[in-house]
């Protein structure tokens, strides 16, 4: 139902790129091929890379999360809310998803 909508409003292409890209990201668990970029400064935290890309709402939001195992970075899990960010791509719960640079 949802590609004919698409179908309907955008046309076959795009009706068929959204369908392979629901079928990867939320049935496959893959990550996202256009996914956001941030730039890390040195010595930031994962928790502050949340807040600044507006992924959480606070650090109490992040802290939650990665308490409760809902944040990852290249598929290992973040224990610790003061780790450093480095370069990867950062999963946070199932969903959503950024990719972090850092001048190393």
């Known amino acids: 139902m949802a590609r004919q909508i698409i179908k309907e409003l955008h046309g076959d292409k795009e009706a068929e790129d959204a369908e392979n890209n629901f079928e990867k990201t939320v049935q496959n668990r893959e990550v996202p091929q256009e996914i956001k970029t941030f730039k890390a400064r040195q010595g930031m935290t994962i ?30 899990t973040v224990e610790d809310l003061d780790e450093m960010a480095k370069s990867g791509t950062i999963k946070i719960g199932k969903h959503r998803f950024i990719k972090i640079e850092t001048s190393d």
């Not at 890309?53 to 802290?63: F, M, P, Q, Y």
């Open 47 to 76: 928790s502050q890379v949340l807040v600044e890309t507006e992924s959480v709402l606070s650090k109490s939001e992040a802290k939650r999360l990665i308490d409760q195992g809902g944040v990852s970075i290249d598929g290992k």
